[in-house]
């Protein structure tokens, strides 16, 4: 599009979109920008001190590094942790915890709706290094319930889910892990520590894909944890060791980002109400998944331990895979890509998003239609979104 297109769009619009088109490159969605491992010390037995952490301080950034540390404190505050552990990706930070837990011999138990990365840990390298894993349908309480009780070292939780935004209990489901005398870990990515605090529903680890909602441009990628200081400890000594840690300029982005995370989030769960609502209305659609509708089978729940619904919907066209093809180049306010949380509104198949490290045969298996589509909604004005939306629909009618 050329500047003069983006005349009748809102304000919120026009800051997103105008003037970047012509410099971008590689399909990259963002403007590129064309940027110290140790730190000394003179006095050896000050350096040995800081090593042993018997005083404050840094002494090599694969160990801890200032402007990391400041991310690792500020989501300490946000999820209300002892400390946090901060690693380089998403999927670095939900791998390198449960390998910091799981020995061979222990048993996991999980849902089967977990994003795409984690779904793969478990069924494939979890059992590979002799952990039992034990995914239950998302929906069924009460065998969720039985396995935990049957026994497991580890309890993983996600929720809202990725890309299907089902809801699970935390409250009860922490419970029963902790009757059981497991660990009980959950993706907190979706929600934001702004819509859901785990920890405070009895939850020991909570983790994010910082790449997503708290940096919010989608210019950058990292992972945290969070949770007590012995437990995060020990995440931090398999992150040392394993080398997976966040750089610190990737630790500066974030921190950027994350100063607007409340007017972002905000914004984009007003928007993304509208458009469940529409998409509610529209024929060509079979199903809308967003825990703020009030139809939404997790809706009370959701309602109970979130204060937002946040800004990801999903939907299932009727036409499946050749109504996405159609409808998706079609839209004008989108990138489509393999990413959420971010300012630019984003809409993606599963199997190009979420699961696209899945086979079609193990997506069908996990209930995710080839007609899904995810929308992460950005911060533009919800008129324009709507009415894109709106026009990509006529469109895909006219082509049926």
């Keep these: 599009m050329n500047n003069a297109d983006y005349k009748n769009a809102g304000a919120g619009t026009k800051v997103v979109w105008a003037?970047?088109?012509?410099?971008?490159?590689?399909?990259?969605t963002q403007v590129p920008i064309m940027l110290s491992a140790a730190f000394q010390y003179d006095d050896i037995d000050e350096w040995y001190d800081v090593a042993m952490g018997e005083k404050p301080g840094h002494i090599y950034s694969r160990?801890?590094?200032?402007?990391?540390?400041?991310?690792?404190?500020?989501?300490?505050?946000?999820?209300?942790?002892?400390?946090?552990?901060?690693?380089?990706?998403?999927?670095?930070?939900?791998?390198?915890?449960?390998?910091?837990?799981?020995?061979?011999?222990?048993?996991?138990?999980?849902?089967?709706d977990t994003y795409g990365g984690t779904n793969k840990i478990f069924d494939e390298f979890l059992p590979g290094m002799g952990v039992e894993v034990r995914l239950c349908p998302t929906e069924d309480m009460a065998l969720l319930e039985r396995e935990i009780a049957a026994g497991c070292a580890v309890l993983y939780l996600e929720t809202p889910t990725n890309p299907t935004l089902k809801i699970l209990d935390i409250e009860r489901l922490a419970r029963a892990g902790k009757a059981a005398g497991a660990l009980v870990i959950i993706d907190n990515t979706f929600a934001?520590?702004?819509?859901?605090?785990?920890?405070?529903?009895?939850?020991?680890i909570v983790l994010h894909s910082a790449t997503?909602?708290?940096?919010?441009?989608?210019?950058?990628?990292?992972?945290?944890?969070?949770?007590?200081?012995?437990?995060?400890?020990?995440?931090?000594?398999?992150?040392?060791?394993?080398?997976?840690?966040?750089?610190?300029?990737?630790a500066y982005l974030i921190i950027r980002g994350m100063k607007?995370?409340?007017?972002?989030?905000r914004q984009q769960e007003a928007s993304a109400m509208a458009l469940a609502r529409y998409l509610q209305g529209e024929p060509l659609v079979e199903q809308v998944n967003y825990p703020g509708l009030p139809e939404h089978p997790g809706h009370d729940i959701a309602a109970r331990q979130m204060k937002g619904y946040g800004g990801i919907v999903s939907f299932v066209l009727r036409h499946g895979m050749d109504a996405v093809r159609i409808l998706l180049p079609k839209l004008v306010y989108a990138n489509r890509a393999g990413n959420l949380g971010a300012v630019e509104t984003i809409y993606g198949p599963a199997r190009t998003?979420?699961?696209?490290?899945?086979?079609?045969e193990e997506r069908l298996a996990l209930g995710i239609s080839e007609g899904l589509v995810?929308?992460?909604?950005?911060?533009?004005?919800t008129d324009d979104l709507l009415a894109d939306l709106k026009q990509a629909f006529d469109q895909l009618r006219q082509s049926l």
């Design 353 to 360: 998003t979420s699961h696209v490290e899945n086979t079609l």
């Design 260 to 265: 607007t995370l409340k007017l972002r989030v």
């Design 192 to 204: 934001t520590p702004l819509n859901q605090n785990p920890l405070e529903l009895g939850v020991d």
């Design 212 to 250: 997503k909602f708290l940096s919010g441009h989608a210019d950058v990628m990292g992972g945290v944890v969070c949770g007590s200081g012995e437990l995060m400890q020990r995440v931090a000594h398999y992150r040392e060791i394993n080398g997976s840690s966040l750089d610190a300029f990737s």
């Design 63 to 112: 160990m801890s590094n200032p402007t990391v540390r400041a991310l690792e404190e500020k989501m300490c505050v946000l999820e209300g942790a002892d400390n946090a552990v901060a690693f380089a990706t998403g999927m670095a930070a939900i791998s390198s915890t449960l390998y910091t837990f799981l020995r061979p011999g222990d048993r996991v138990v999980s849902v089967k």
């Design 374 to 381: 995810r929308i992460s909604v950005g911060i533009e004005d």
């Design 19 to 28: 003037g970047e088109k012509n410099a971008l490159a590689h399909n990259a």
